[in-house]
């Protein structure tokens, strides 16, 4: 293997002293008295050899690897890879390069992963967090670094955050069906403790005490076998054949939920009304398109390295206030929840960018 260039080799190879060198490549050459001649020729010669500086040790020097630390629960998943994204794509026009991986929304994974990061030295973290890292939280905010959380939040923590107004877009899609004269409606939702699924429960529990429905909730385990949730979410709507709704509070959820319901042969919306929380392109290719509550993506991505990029440019002895982001979600209306049949409508729908808007009452 071929060994790997440093100051050192290159210092003397042309016969100056290392700090010459590394005042070039810091950019620092005038302030220091290099001259322009001194200066081309170093640079000529790194370019020559090809030499790449070693980041971790140049962040030891500067304090600042220009490296962000991001952690999302499954770089997979249409919303984290989209956000994830965005965020690189605007960290690296500022400068920065973002590492990112999954935690499976495993607490030790976490753990594990947030030490990893503070290895490499990392300038800033941008988390979906699971529960169980509070204690590694403070840690990171105790020593001075940048902390940002999105999507979730977690109690007792105090770090920026962004996040969708999770009850509000479940109360408002429960709503729609309400108003579209679905009254028998389950929810299929993640056996978590996260702060968001909890929110959108809670707006679908609210919804139905409106009309004093009951009711019916099954709570799957977070990445289970394929097969396995199929079969559970299958065996719940058959076990509740007069059910004329559901609701799936996530859309990997919903990939599950919507291939039980074909497998039980019911048909949508006739037979059995449909919304998910988190809408991706295939739901509007679907047929009949699938109804689902819209992130606002591209904002949230916008909003979290924004505010991580403000905190890394911030005086560290200035006071901070922690700031939370709350973004409004949309509900893109489709067919899966028509008005069942017989039912009136309140108020025609209207048609808005290509998208079927009915009213939605807060």
């Known amino acids: 293997m071929k060994k790997r260039l440093t100051i050192g080799d290159i210092a003397n190879e042309l016969g100056i002293s290392k700090t010459t060198v590394s005042f070039v490549l810091n950019g620092k050459a005038r302030e220091n008295h290099i001259s322009v001649i001194l200066e081309k020729k170093i640079l000529n010669y790194i370019e020559k050899v090809g030499y790449r500086p070693n980041q971790f040790a140049q962040g030891l020097r500067t304090g600042k690897t220009k490296i962000i630390g991001m952690m999302v629960e499954d770089i997979s998943d249409p919303f984290f890879s989209t956000i994830a994204r965005i965020a690189e794509e605007n960290a690296y026009s500022k400068g920065y390069k973002i ?39 403070k840690e990171l905010a105790d020593n001075g670094n940048p902390v940002v959380l999105f999507d979730r939040t977690l109690p007792g923590v105090d770090a920026d955050n962004v996040v969708v107004d999770n009850y509000q877009g479940a109360y408002n899609a429960m ?20 702060v968001q699924m909890m929110e959108r429960e ?8 409106k009309i004093k429905a009951p009711y019916r909730i099954i709570k799957v385990t977070y990445h289970d076998d394929k097969q396995n949730s199929i ?42 009304g449909v919304i998910v929380f988190d809408d991706y392109n295939l739901f509007r290719l679907f047929t009949p398109s699938i109804t689902a ?38 509900l893109m209306i489709r067919n899966s929840s028509v008005p069942k049949p017989g039912f009136p409508v309140t108020a025609p729908p209207k048609r808005t960018g290509g998208v079927i808007q009915a009213p939605i009452r807060k």
């Open 99 to 137: 590492f990112y991986c999954s935690t499976e929304n495993n607490t030790q994974r976490t753990k594990d992963l947030i030490d990893v990061y503070r290895t490499r030295q990392v300038d800033g973290y941008i988390i979906a967090p699971p529960p169980g890292i509070e204690k590694e939280l």
């Open 175 to 194: 709503q729609h069906f309400i108003t579209n004269g679905y009254r028998k409606i389950a929810m299929v939702t993640l056996n978590s403790d996260q």
């Open 202 to 209: 809670r707006g679908y529990r609210d919804a139905l005490d």
């Open 231 to 272: 079969r559970e979410i299958q065996d719940f709507l058959a076990a509740n054949r007069d059910l004329d709704a559901v609701f799936f509070a996530t859309n990997y959820i919903a990939d599950n939920g919507l291939e039980s319901i074909r497998n039980l042969n019911l048909h949508i919306p006739h037979e059995l």
């Open 293 to 330: 509550i819209s992130q606002p993506i591209k904002e949230m991505a916008e909003q979290v390295i924004n505010l991580m990029l403000e905190r890394l440019s911030a005086d560290s002895e200035a006071p901070k206030q922690i700031k939370t982001l709350v973004l409004n979600s949309s």
